[in-house]
Structure formats: C-alpha cells, structure tokens
C-alpha cells in the first residue's frame, strides 16, 4: 500500500508564504501525474495543481502566478510552494497520486490564512 503524508501547513498571515510538501512512500516515477487539491469546511474539494511526467504542470486559475508545484524525484516528494497568500487560500491541501488504476490520496495538511 502507498502512503503520501502531506507536511507544512500552519496559520499564516495574508501576504505570506508556504511550502508544503507530499512524501511518498514509493518512487513517484511510478505514477503518472501528481496532484495537490484542497477543501475548505462546507465546500467541494478542488484541484490547485497537477505535475506530470516529463514535469508538465497546470493550475487552477485562482492560484495560477501564486503557486507552484515541482517533485523532487531523488526524494519522493512533491512540494507545493505557495506566495501571496489570501484568506480564501484556507483549506485543508491534499496530495493525490495516480497512475492507471493506482489512486491514492494523502490525509491533508491544513492551511490557515488570517486577514
């Protein structure tokens, strides 16, 4: 069973920073496309950003020009590097993996930002 275990959530104020990271615990060659997602209380979980083989990236466009995502593929891990946070950024960020039939979800990191 693959296990992804997301890391670096905390309250931040408006403006600021966050890297969060997913490590995974097989290589992410395995999968073909990695993907952060997130939910806030009483809402849809929605996908922020995806990498994919060969490191081809897209992005929700309320993010896109904030975020970024990458892998680190020596480390099995994938970050998520987010600046110019807003307060509608709030929301638990979950790390997906998929490749074929293969789908497996992280349990979240949460993600605070105060006005």
């Known amino acids: 069973q693959v296990q992804l275990g997301e890391s670096g959530g905390v309250v931040v104020q408006a403006g600021g920073s966050l890297r969060l990271s997913c490590a995974v615990s097989?290589?992410?060659?395995?999968?073909?496309?990695m993907l952060w997602y997130r939910q806030a209380p009483g809402k849809q979980r929605d996908l922020v950003a995806a990498?994919?083989?060969?490191?081809?990236?897209n992005y929700a466009d309320s993010v896109k020009g904030r975020f970024t995502i990458s892998r680190d593929n020596a480390k099995n891990t994938v970050y998520l590097q987010m600046n110019s946070l807003k307060p509608e950024d709030t929301a638990v960020y979950l790390c997906?993996?998929?490749?074929?039939?293969?789908?497996?979800w992280g349990q979240g990191t949460q993600v605070t930002v105060s006005s």
């Open positions: 990498i994919r083989s060969g490191a081809f990236t």
């Open positions: 097989r290589s992410i060659f395995c999968f073909n496309v």
């Open positions: 997906r993996a998929r490749q074929e039939q293969d789908d497996y």
